[in-house]
């Protein structure tokens, strides 16, 4: 592992994610490296799994923004996966009531 001489704020062993590099590989070469616009330092405590979810969660929210929804409408997400997941994540912290159906008493 090294860090290119031109590459500022960055040091061998920081814990960093980049945008759009590398998806699955341990290793990657990042060109015009830089620190906040390319690669961003991961805070302490935050485990590489939960890192692992920044992009998906970031693509989530851009598609709700894109969406612009208002307070009253309802929507309708088709999909559950990490994406779909983190647009209700997304809908649910931006709306002042949320309403999500909530299960019922369950009767023996």
């Known amino acids: 592992m090294e860090v290119g001489g031109k590459v500022k704020d960055i040091r061998v062993g920081d814990r960093v994610a980049a945008l759009g ?7 990657v070469s990042i060109p015009k490296a830089s620190l906040g616009a390319t690669v961003f330092k ?15 969660l970031a693509t989530s929210f ?6 612009g929804t208002a307070q009253e409408e309802h929507v309708v997400v088709f999909g559950a996966g990490i994406i779909g997941l983190g647009i209700v994540q997304c809908l649910v912290a931006q709306s002042k009531r949320p309403s999500i159906p909530r299960p019922g008493p369950t009767r023996p």
């Open 21 to 27: 590099l590398g998806a699955m590989a341990h290793y």
């Open 42 to 56: 991961l805070p302490e405590g935050l485990s590489y799994e939960e890192a692992a979810t920044i992009e998906p």
């Open 62 to 67: 851009h598609a709700c923004s894109l969406a």
